[in-house]
Nanobody, 125 residues
Framework: QVQLVQSGGGLVQAGGSLRLSCAASGNTGGISFMGWYRQAPGKQRELVARIYSARGTTDYADSVKGRFTISRDNAKNTLFLQMNSLKPEDTAVYYC??????????????????WGQGTQVTVSS
């Protein structure tokens, strides 16, 4: 089991910056990768960025490349998303997600991993 608690977010003007945090607890040693997703009204949830535990490799949605940075403080089991040059189209509820290595999974592990509670990011034009 992994528990994820998000913080950060809020309202910002276009061109501004925000940082999201996601504190993980529980079986953090079994986490294979963590990511940030977002869901805008009327749209499907989409991957924003993710980071792999083994080598720290990252990948990003094309829409945020060069503006957002995902990082992880392993000592504090905290995931971050630094969002710069924000645009109105970045407005959404943002969720952090953690997926386990296959060896760490049990019958009770959700197939899509564990999710934070979500946090609203609103970018005004």
């Amino acid at each position: 089991q992994v528990q994820l608690v998000q913080s950060g977010g809020g309202l910002v003007q276009a061109g501004g910056s925000l940082r999201l945090s996601c504190a993980a607890s529980g079986n953090t040693g079994g986490i294979s990768f963590m990511g940030w997703y977002r869901q805008a009204p009327g749209k499907q949830r989409e991957l924003v960025a993710r980071i792999y535990s083994a080598r720290g490799t990252t990948d990003y949605a094309d829409s945020v490349k060069g503006r957002f940075t995902i990082s992880r403080d392993n000592a504090k089991n905290t995931l971050f998303l630094q969002m710069n040059s924000l645009k109105p189209e970045d407005t959404a509820v943002y969720y952090c997600n953690a997926n386990l290595y296959s060896f760490a999974r049990t019958m009770a592990t959700p197939p899509d991993g564990y999710w934070g509670q979500g946090t609203q990011v609103t970018v005004s034009s």
